[in-house]
């Protein structure tokens, strides 16, 4: 089944502990991206990536890292959370070359950070 | 600075009537409009949108583009209550998509 797996699901951490999101799709899509959402915000692009080893930054990237070794996997990084990165996270992969076209969003994964 | 908004944000109508819904963009490198149904979990596309003023229709649901004036609108006919939901469009530009705030609908019976 095609498919974008976010782990995990729900994390509830403590303020400066490091921690790392996973993000896997598995139809091979160039295209991978990031977004938070929060109330009242709608969704936020915090970093994309067009092709392996190739990212850059969304319109919120402050306080996230990302890294983009194989095409299938893109983890989001928080070196140091802090509690104004509560948020839900989602992961997208797309069917198009630059991000144009459809974008499979993975379940979301939930972050408290106190 | 893109940006997309959306209206309302908020809808409220018995099951049975007519929506439309509406989204005003402003993207740089503009290439699609596309929407979205956000339920309790992740958005699931409906539509993409990259030519003014062709229709595009999934059952009750269509979806048309404006490129001169820079919107689009979504409508629903004869609604259901399982079409509550949160409907998002999002901008695309070259390399990103820009996302609106979102229109909640809650239909009731």
């Known amino acids: 089944e095609a498919q974008v797996t976010q782990n995990p699901r729900y994390l509830i951490t403590v303020t400066g502990k490091k921690l790392t999101v996973t993000c896997s799709q598995n139809m091979n899509h160039e295209y991978m991206s990031w977004y938070r959402q929060d109330p009242g915000l709608g969704l936020r692009q915090i970093y994309y990536s067009m092709n392996v080893e190739v990212t850059d930054k969304g319109d919120v990237p402050e306080g996230y890292k990302v890294s983009r070794k194989e095409k299938r996997n893109f983890p989001l990084i928080l070196e140091s959370p802090s509690p104004n990165q509560t948020s839900l996270y989602f992961c997208?992969?797309?069917?198009?070359?630059?991000?144009?076209?459809?974008?499979?969003f993975g379940p979301g994964t939930r972050l408290t950070v106190t | 600075e893109d940006k997309v908004v959306q209206s309302p944000l908020s809808l409220v109508v018995h099951e049975g009537d007519t929506v439309t819904l509406n989204c005003s963009y402003e993207v740089t490198n503009f290439r699609s409009l596309l929407w979205y149904k956000q339920e309790k979990k992740a958005p699931t596309f409906l539509f993409m949108l990259t030519s003014s003023g062709i229709e595009k229709k999934s059952g009750r649901l269509s979806s048309i583009l404006d490129k001169k004036e820079l919107f689009s609108i979504l409508n629903i006919t004869a609604t259901q209550t399982g079409d509550s939901a949160v409907y998002l469009c999002?901008?695309?530009?070259?390399?990103?998509?820009?996302f609106g705030q979102g229109t909640r609908l809650t239909i009731n019976p």
């Open positions: 999002a901008g695309q530009g070259a390399q990103k998509l820009v």
């Open positions: 997208a992969s797309s069917t198009g070359t630059s991000g144009r076209g459809e974008q499979y």
